[in-house]
């Protein structure tokens, strides 16, 4: 084996042909350049609407879970109930989010984004179908079937992983795949 291989892929190889070990290697070089330019297309969406990460995550949350509570995004993104009902107001002030009684249970508030803000998404996030388009139709269902298994288990151990490390640390692990972020500051 290579010395030039990260410790992680050294470790898994052991055992594994230099085929299979360069194929994981490259997996995780991929894999890692994919994450990174996911985190700089939230950032460029975020400086789009003016607001922080913090809100970004919030904002990405509430879509992906129309009508949850403050309560519950609080412990979807790791925040407490505080924090969150700041993040809320500043979502709400710049009219990305609304606020609205459940009519069956008036002590329940739910969470939606605004059609501006979904606007918004569509604006930044949409020309990503079109771009990939092309690509994604290359792919045959095996393909995507395999893609969306990869990402399902790397989706369930990176968040087994964090969860393992918040415990260590003695924080409450977030009840979703987003986190607070430290630095994060409001505008």
């Known amino acids: 084996m290579s010395n030039d291989r990260p410790q992680i892929l050294t470790d898994w190889a052991r055992g594994l042909t230099e085929e299979r070990a360069a194929l994981l290697q490259e997996l995780i070089r991929v894999n890692r350049a994919y994450q990174s ?27 992906q879970r129309p009508g949850l509570t403050a309560g519950e995004l609080a412990a979807a993104v790791g925040l407490s109930r505080g924090a969150v009902t700041t993040v809320l107001d500043r979502l709400e002030g710049r009219g990305l989010v609304t606020r609205t009684r459940d009519p069956a249970d008036r002590r329940r508030v739910t969470l939606k ?75």
């Open 37 to 63: 330019a996911v985190e700089k297309m939230d950032e460029a969406f975020c400086r789009l609407l003016g607001v922080n990460r913090t809100d970004g995550r919030c904002l990405d949350v509430i879509d």
């Open 113 to 187: 984004l605004t059609r501006e803000a979904n606007e918004k998404a569509w604006e930044a996030y949409g020309p990503l179908g079109e771009m990939g388009g092309p690509f994604v139709g290359e792919l045959s269902d095996a393909d995507l079937e395999a893609v969306i298994r990869f990402l399902r288990g790397g989706t369930e151990i990176n968040e087994r992983r964090a969860n393992e490390i918040l415990s260590e640390a003695g924080s409450a692990p977030p009840a979703s795949t987003t986190s607070n972020a430290e630095g994060d500051r409001p505008d």
